[in-house]
């Protein structure tokens, strides 16, 4: 299982969403310090009624606490666009 894999299940694991995209931009960090351990940046865009009520900072501890046995070896950075279903059909509309 790779990287992408790996974060996609235990973020659906943990947080059930109705829709979730990650992309592994590591690629885009060659020659990083932190990419020069192995580990990857990667862009995660998720949308689960876990974030209902909660603020930005604790809809991203939900996610850090999801893959967190994954960091710092296997994710240096993560960028998180976390969002409630209803707010993500109102930012479609």
């Given at each position: 299982m790779n990287r992408v894999e790996t974060i996609r299940e235990l973020l659906n694991d943990a947080l059930?969403?109705?829709e979730l995209d990650i992309v592994d931009e590591s690629h885009?960090?060659?020659g990083h310090a932190g990419a020069?351990?192995?580990a990857g940046h990667f862009n995660v865009s998720i949308?689960?009624?876990a974030f209902a009520g909660l603020t930005l900072l604790a809809r991203h501890r939900l996610v850090y606490k999801a893959?967190?046995?994954l960091?710092?070896?296997e994710?240096?950075?993560l960028s998180i666009k976390a969002m409630?279903?209803?707010e993500h059909t109102s930012a479609k509309a």
């Open positions: 059930d969403p109705a885009f960090h060659k020069a351990s192995g949308v689960s009624i893959v967190d046995s960091m710092p070896v994710i240096h950075a409630t279903p209803d």
